[in-house]
């Protein structure tokens, strides 16, 4: 009986050790490539492949099953993941050369994903909650900056950039919200805030020299529940700047050609505005 009860424990144990093993798969091919790896808890995995020069990642994971992943073929990026939590996902992707990209996320069930295709351009997604979901993508020429911050639950949020010096930012606060941006062409630039519930924002831009807000000056406002703003800026040197607060308002600005401008506020609930603007 008690070479039985031995037998027993042992299997425990080993099936326990089992059940707490990290895992990494790590490869560097090229000169003066840096990792910095750290796992603390359980099952969590990591992939890193560095094809290049100088390029340099620092990499943290503390909880269970998490995931993180950064494949990099180009030189001299710098890239930087930390994930605190159960069951999130990390992955940084870049073809290109002097990116710099930042992934944190502090809670469960959070994705964030990051493709970037340009040079000497940022990506940051820093997510505070559970269950949020963030995707960048970067192309064209370079120079280009996109930054998520999201703090609540359950919020999805994307962000597409091709071609050259293209700015966009979404600061999120609350839950249950979905922001879609989207920018074409040439020194375009957007900053959204957005404080509440099951809002959404769904903004193109596509030409040069577009404006809707800038890093710590956002055009595009909701603080409130349910509220939606449609922003589509077809051509040149087009501005504009919506503010909603209250619930369940909507904006839908459309601007087609050159130099159009557009300011709408509304403060209350269920309030509709529509704004079409062209040069025909």
Do not use: W
Not at 165 to 193: C, D, E, P, R
Not at 197 to 217: K, R, S, V, Y
């Amino acid at each position: 009986m008690k070479k039985h009860f031995l037998l027993f424990s042992a299997l425990l144990l080993a099936g326990a050790a089992f059940a707490q093993t990290n895992s990494n798969n790590l490869e560097q091919v090229g000169n003066g490539n840096s990792t910095d790896l750290t796992q603390v808890g359980t099952q969590n995995k990591t992939l890193v492949k560095h094809t290049g020069n100088l390029n340099d990642l620092s990499l943290g994971q503390n909880g269970g099953t998490n995931t993180a992943e950064n494949q990099v073929t180009g030189n001299e990026n710098n890239v930087f993941i930390q994930q605190v939590g159960n069951a999130n996902q990390g992955v940084s992707t870049i073809q290109a050369n002097k990116n710099k990209a930042t992934i944190t996320q502090d809670g469960n069930g959070n994705i964030a994903n990051q493709d970037l295709q340009s040079d000497d351009s940022k990506a940051l997604i820093s997510h505070l909650g559970n269950t949020n979901r963030s995707v960048q993508q970067q192309l064209g020429v370079g120079n280009n900056s996109a930054q998520i911050d999201v703090r609540g639950d359950n919020n999805n949020s994307a962000q597409a950039q091709n071609g050259e010096n293209q700015f966009a930012k979404l600061n999120i606060i609350g839950n249950a919200n979905l922001n879609v941006v989207t920018q074409n062409g040439i020194s375009n630039s957007m900053g959204a805030t957005v404080e509440g519930n099951t809002n959404q924002i769904n903004m193109l831009q596509n030409g040069d020299n577009n404006f809707a807000g800038a890093g710590n000056d956002p055009r595009l406002i909701q603080i409130g529940d349910n509220n939606s703003i449609l922003l589509v800026q077809q051509g040149d040197l087009n501005s504009s700047s919506i503010r909603q607060e209250g619930n369940t308002n909507k904006t839908i600005n459309s601007q087609t050609g050159a130099e159009h401008s557009n300011i709408v506020r509304q403060i209350g609930n269920n309030n509709t505005a529509t704004v079409t603007q062209s040069n025909n």
